[in-house]
């Protein structure tokens, strides 16, 4: 059956006849709904124009509320003969136009004007990448399984009721509760609506899932089908309607199915095969949303016996997945010293026949950052991975990502007395002409004071405009989900959970460690050029100095290759950034956590940032994550992996990656599944936290980037997703060509 419907599936919401747009999420449909069902979406925004008349002296949570109920009111819905699961029309966040649009210019337009300019030089100059995060939201699952839609409003009345009687219910928490209130009873009609819409399908699924809507409309799901729908239909409201992403589906996808594929089993509801048909249906749903960094949901960990959560469900996930060859949505392994080897190996087999959309999470490192900042030892046990493969304590931490620094506009900045050339304007500090810097130790003195200077930027200007992310956006679908911030009365990211955090993220790491090294090496020790001839071949962009290029990448001094002098500083710079970051107080009651973690800043920034002393080229990318410069790590993986340790991957509280690529020749056989076995449990022995692997052989990717017809299904592991090769720019492509001929 699945076969017959995977082509609608996969149309659901874009259509595969014409070029996909991997940033265009849910841009449109495939196929037209039921115009009876609901009004197009044009129609909504004239009907949200004159709300907006009505509501626009009301509390913000109110008026979001009252917003969102119009839209889910209006939309058009579908229940299809090709689909397990319900269908939306209006998914492109509608009720923004009269909420958070609004709020966020009345914010950065009439009460913080001077940090609007500030913040558009920090993102155009490349140096620092900063928004407010709404996109990095895991709600509390088991409350959204126990009670369901309607038992979660019935728990916030329950909660605004006992702060009367506590004489603790002022304006504002009355606000946050009625927001709630209203947007959980527009949530329960819609899945009435839904429901009778159902009633009148006479296609084979159309009962199923009228009682399944039935069942989640007035309490909790019964089966696993019905555990299935509960998570899709609360990512889509909460995604497409209240403009909160959910990063993680599940706490742990097996873990939270697992009691009702037990149950299912042994009452004789569905069969071991049904069950596998529902995760077809269940995860072509993200494959046909075709979000370009991915969906993920993560999968294992260890309970408190010491036992593993891993379970007959969790190879059923996987088989499916392998199954139907998609590569989104993107699967977080977590791992420890008990995870089966059957487990791992069946991921690494998967991985090595080209299905990227793995990594692994390793628990003991995650548990040591975690407990860091205050988390218990069971809190950490039990961390969820949200996004790529950032962490957060289950039900008590809001942690947002504040903003990206480009590590490498240090050195730009200090060859350039703190003026930057992408912008035109002095933005880094004056830290003295180049004649100045009489020894190494001046030079790299002068680098601190530029990174800390793009530190504590990013800091003061996230402490300024956090305070007002509830404001904002108010969180009433997931502040409801959340039972701390209930008895708080208070937004959860308005300090309405136990940790309310802040993480700090840094690209281009192994740029800042090379470009001092060849410095150090060609500079000060050498000899071999002086500061201005080095600015002077920066400033050309290397055209006329291609012989000192040459030799600057051909120097051992390399991070990645397990070189004594490069891997002293670079636990050096790391321990010093971590050292600034973690644990400060940030606006929101909460502290700063740091991550070594690039998403597409490696790209975007390097576009704005001149050439560096590494040899990188002007606009070039700049390396991700925790790993080396793009062909520079030429000693083999085991020297890369010593380097990457050295960096003390669990100070990173956030989070911390490490990008592996192999030729498919080291991962044959049974021996090439040790090789990868050993990598990971060596990182994760020494306190690694995150690990991914790209298997490639360079004269592949050559020919797949001249003959992309005949590689449709090519997957690359980027940042912390998964992608088509196709997909990618040529620019992109080349840098991974560039690095899979240095493989070792």
């Known amino acids: 059956m699945f076969n017959q419907d995977r082509k609608f599936i996969e149309n659901k919401y874009h259509k595969t006849d014409e070029p996909f747009n991997p940033y265009a999420r849910m841009a449109y449909h495939g196929y037209d709904y039921d115009n009876s069902t609901g009004l197009e979406d044009e129609e909504i925004k004239d009907g949200l124009a004159k709300l907006y008349e009505q509501t626009r002296d009301f509390p913000h949570p109110v008026a979001k509320a009252y917003a969102v109920k119009y839209v889910l009111e209006n939309t058009k819905i579908d229940i299809n003969e ?60 088991d409350s959204i399984f126990d009670l369901g839609f309607s038992g979660l409003k019935k728990r916030a009345e329950k909660y605004k009721e006992l ?82 992403q959910v990063r993680s589906l599940g706490n742990g996808l097996d873990n939270t199915l697992y009691s009702f594929y037990k149950n299912d089993l042994k009452n004789g509801t569905y069969t071991r095969e049904e069950i596998k048909d529902f995760l077809r249906y269940f995860l072509m749903q993200w494959s046909a949303i075709g979000n370009y960094w991915g969906q993920p949901f993560y999968m294992g960990g260890t309970n408190t016996d010491g036992s593993t959560k891993y379970n007959e469900l969790s190879y059923d996930i996987l088989d499916v997945y392998d199954e139907i060859g998609i590569y989104n949505p993107k699967i977080q392994i977590k791992v420890n010293k008990n995870t089966p080897d059957k487990l791992i190996f069946k991921v690494f087999d998967m991985i090595r026949r080209g299905q990227s959309c793995f990594v692994f999470c390793c628990e003991p490192g995650m548990m040591k950052a975690a407990m860091t900042y205050g988390a218990t030892y069971d809190e950490a046990l039990n961390m969820d991975i949200r996004g790529c493969y950032e962490t957060g304590v289950r039900a008590n931490e809001v942690s947002t990502v504040t903003g990206y620094i480009n590590s490498l506009k240090a050195v730009e900045y200090v060859l350039n007395n703190g003026f930057d050339k992408t912008i035109s304007k002095q933005f880094g500090l004056k830290t003295g002409e180049l004649e100045t810097f009489t020894s190494f130790d001046k030079f790299y003195n002068a680098v601190m004071k530029q990174w800390e200077n793009l530190i504590e930027t990013t800091i003061s200007v996230s402490s300024t405009y956090e305070k007002y992310l509830a404001f ?82 051909k120097s051992k001094h390399k991070y990645g290759n397990n070189d004594p002098e490069a891997d002293i500083y670079a636990e050096a710079l790391s321990s010093y950034y971590t050292t600034k970051i973690n644990n400060r107080p940030n606006a929101r009651g909460g502290v700063y956590k740091a991550s070594i973690h690039s998403a597409m800043e490696f790209v975007w920034e390097g576009e704005k940032t001149t050439a560096s002393p590494n040899g990188r080229y002007n606009g070039e990318e700049l390396s991700k994550n925790a790993s080396p410069c793009p062909g520079m790590d030429k000693n083999g993986v085991t020297a890369l992996l010593n380097s990457v340790i050295a960096a003390k991957p669990y100070s990173y509280c956030e989070s911390y990656c490490i990008d592996i690529m192999l030729h498919p020749s080291a991962v044959s056989g049974d021996e090439g ?53 196709n997909n990618l720019s040529e620019k992109e492509q080349n840098a991974y060509i560039t690095r899979a001929e240095n493989i070792k």
Not at 94 to 121: G, R, S
Not at 504 to 523: C, H, Q, R, T
Not at 692 to 701: A, G, K, P
Request: hydrophobic fraction near 40%; charge should be negative; proline fraction near 3%.
């Open 472 to 553: 904002i956006n108010p969180s009433n679908m997931y502040s409801a989900t959340i039972e701390g911030a209930l008895k708080k009365g208070t937004d959860a990211y308005q300090n309405g959970v136990k940790f309310n955090n802040s993480s700090v993220l840094n690209s281009g790491f192994a740029d800042l460690v090379d470009s001092l090294m060849a410095i150090k090496e060609f500079v000060y020790e050498k000899k071999t050029v002086s500061l201005n001839t080095l600015k002077s071949a920066l400033d050309s962009n290397w055209v006329g100095y291609e012989e000192l290029r040459t030799k600057i990448n």
């Open 163 to 244: 702060h009367r009687k506590n004489n603790t219910l002022t304006p504002e928490t009355e606000a946050f509760f009625d927001g709630i209130i209203i947007e959980y009873t527009a949530i329960i009609d819609l899945i009435d609506r839904l429901y009778k819409y159902a009633l009148t399908k006479t296609h084979p699924k159309a009962k199923k899932i009228a009682e399944c809507l039935c069942h989640i409309r007035d309490g909790s799901p019964q089966n696993i089908y019905e555990a299935m729908q509960i998570i899709y239909v609360y990512f889509m409201l909460s995604e497409c309607f209240d403009s909160f």
């Open 673 to 725: 599944m040790g090789i990868m076995k050993s990598l990971l449990f060596t990182y994760m022995k020494h306190g690694g936290m995150c690990m991914q692997f790209n298997i490639f052989d360079v004269n592949t990717l050559k020919d797949a980037q001249k003959h992309p017809e005949k590689y449709q299904n090519l997957q690359v592991r980027v940042c912390g997703w998964n992608v088509l090769w």
């Open 82 to 141: 090709h689909d397990f699961f319900v269908g939306f029309w209006s998914v492109n966040r509608l009720a923004n136009c009269i909420t958070q649009d609004k709020w966020n210019n009345e914010v950065f337009d009439n009460i913080l004007p001077e940090l609007k300019e500030k913040m558009h030089d920090m993102n155009e100059s490349g140096a620092i990448a900063i928004w407010p995060d709404f996109d990095h939201v895991v709600p509390d699952w």
